[in-house]
T-cell receptor, first 115, second 115 residues
Framework: GAGVSQSPRYKVAKRGQDVALRCDPI?????LFWYQQALGQGPEFLTY????????KSGLPSDRFFAERPEGSVSTLKIQRTQQEDSAVYLC?????????????FGPGTRLTVT | KQEVTQIPAALSVPEGENLVLNCSFT??????LQWFRQDPGKGLTSLLL?????REQTSGRLNASLDKSSGRSTLYIAASQPGDSATYLC??????????????FGKGTHLIIQP
């Protein structure tokens, strides 16, 4: 079946612009995660949804970052007034359930470059 | 706070060699540990998932072990091939990780297999 998909794959934004990144999880997956991966680093957790509920947003770096999953499927990560330090790859992952034993499946990521 | 360290940061070996990648984590109260592969410009591909109650998992030429009490995991790659060249990431899921369910990643080992 189809895996996790993300769009766009690449995004160039001028500093100060708003951007929206989309994630389509695997159909039927309850849990959805966003991660940020800076160049040469491992991914870092941003936020977690269980269905439409955002249960943890402790990793969001500032109030310019906002995520939603209104119908418990597709999720959007929005970054307002982008800054150069926001340049990174944004990865989305989904898992079947809310149990800690479930495997997370990752999408290809969106590479954001802020100029 | 959970921290994950991977050694070495980079490794280059001739084709055909067996090799070991190391991962350590600071808090042993984990739910599970995953090894991922990441190719340049691509997302993460899950290789092996070891639950906290397990000692090892095998898939083809890959074998991952987990020693939870000492906070260590190893990924063993047998008979390496040029196609194994990639960055290998270790991640743990734990109560002290990113939120309730987020993964905490190491920075990865960049592996090059010379033909």
């Amino acid at each position: 079946g189809a895996g996790v998909s993300q769009s766009p794959r690449y995004k160039v934004a001028k500093r100060g612009q708003d951007v929206a990144l989309r994630c389509d999880p695997i159909s039927g997956h309850v849990s959805l995660f966003w991660y940020q991966q800076a160049l040469g680093q491992g991914p870092e957790f941003l936020t977690y949804f269980q269905n439409e509920a955002q249960l943890d947003k402790s990793g969001l770096p500032s109030d310019r970052f906002f995520a939603e999953r209104p119908e418990g499927s597709v999720s959007t990560l929005k970054i307002q007034r982008t800054q150069q330090e926001d340049s990174a790859v944004y990865l989305c992952a989904s898992s079947l359930g809310d149990l800690s034993t479930y495997e997370q499946y990752f999408g290809p990521g969106t590479r954001l470059t802020v100029t | 706070k959970q921290e994950v360290t991977q050694i070495p940061a980079a490794l280059s070996v001739p084709e055909g060699e067996n090799l070991v990648l190391n991962c350590s984590f600071t808090d042993s109260a984990i739910y599970n540990l995953q090894w991922f592969r990441q190719d340049p410009g691509k997302g993460l591909t899950s290789l092996l998932l070891i639950q906290s109650s397990q000692r090892e998992q095998t898939s083809g030429r890959l074998n991952a072990s987990l020693d939870k009490s000492s906070g260590r995991s190893t990924l063993y790659i047998a008979a390496s091939q040029p196609g194994d060249s990639a960055t290998y990431l270790c991640a743990v899921r734990s109560p002290l990780g990113g939120g309730a369910d987020g993964l905490t990643f190491g920075k990865g080992t960049h592996l090059i297999i010379q033909p």
